[in-house]
């Protein structure tokens, strides 16, 4: 059994941040580093993601574990600069050093190791699953580092059960005129502010959590003059459901709609984005992580399932195919001052830590 130490990797991948889909050098050395290992390796899946899989001598479920790889753009001093600002790296480090360890301990099924491109354009998911390589899955596990606002460092959480998220793009049309003649267009700007009203107005059951708010707005100023006759608004919705989001999306839809109108404008809708889906994580399969969790840091460092207003992009494997029983973890790894932040730190003492408890889930399931 060949042992990799996943701080070691860290260091490596933490120096070659690369964006969604364009995550060369990084897929390189990962796809380098399984076949060193023995793996049957697949490059290039849907753009630079990489499978690595071996396979038990008995029959058995397929178990898909999967990180991601792609860093983030930073406007800094003028120049963009990709950084791993949400821990990717840490991701990969720990999933690549737990595939080291399982070697030789795969009994029955197939253990296919994930690292999946472009989780931050929310798109890499959905580029796996056209592959075609998620449909026979039974099982998919995944991992996140946690910041200092979710648990401490050192700390394990047997679930983080993100939210369903989107971003909605807004056009509101009306009808330019002259400044001295209002009446005889239909002001663009007017009608974004009914709507916006209308939008801080919605209401869904408190008992869910959401958001829905306005975070970009652009329009008129050509002249000072000149009745504006195009605003577009762009909107973030979350909701901790899949069921609240389509109720969100539809009170929303409704709301821009008849705001619009009654001022003498249209509205056109879209999320060009598409919605990202809510957890739903197999209950059963949470426990076990749990277990394993306890096994690995002890009971009292086994801290509570987190409820994450953020969105991710691992849940449209079981989005897309429901027979799929999947689990979600998360690493304290002291993460500071947040995710998404340029100056994001962590320490890479915790991930010898979410590396065993993957080692300890696959063997449960095909050891």
Sequence with gaps: MTKLDPRNIYDDLHQIPELGFEEFKTSAYLADKLEELGYKVTRNIGGTGVIGEIKGAESGPVMMVRADM???PFLIDGETKRIHACGHDAHSAMLLAAAAELVGKVKRGTLRILFQQGEETLKGALAIIDAGYVKDVDIALGLHIRPIQDIAYGEMSPAVR??????VNITINGLSSHGARPHLGVNAIEA??????AITAIKINPIVPWSCKVTGIQGG???PNIIPDKVEMIVDARAQTNEAMIELLEKLRRAVTNAAAAVGATAEISTPGGVIPAAELDDELTAEVAQCIEEVVGKELLAKELVNPGGEDFHYFVNKYPHIKAAYFGVGAAATPGLHHKDMQLNKEALPSGTAVLVKMVERKLG
């Excluded at 974004?192 to 009203?197: K, P, T």
């Design 70 to 72: 792609d860093a983030l």
């Design 162 to 167: 993100h939210a369903s998220s989107t971003f």
């Design 192 to 197: 974004a502010a009914v709507a916006i009203n």
């Design 221 to 223: 100023g050509v002249a």
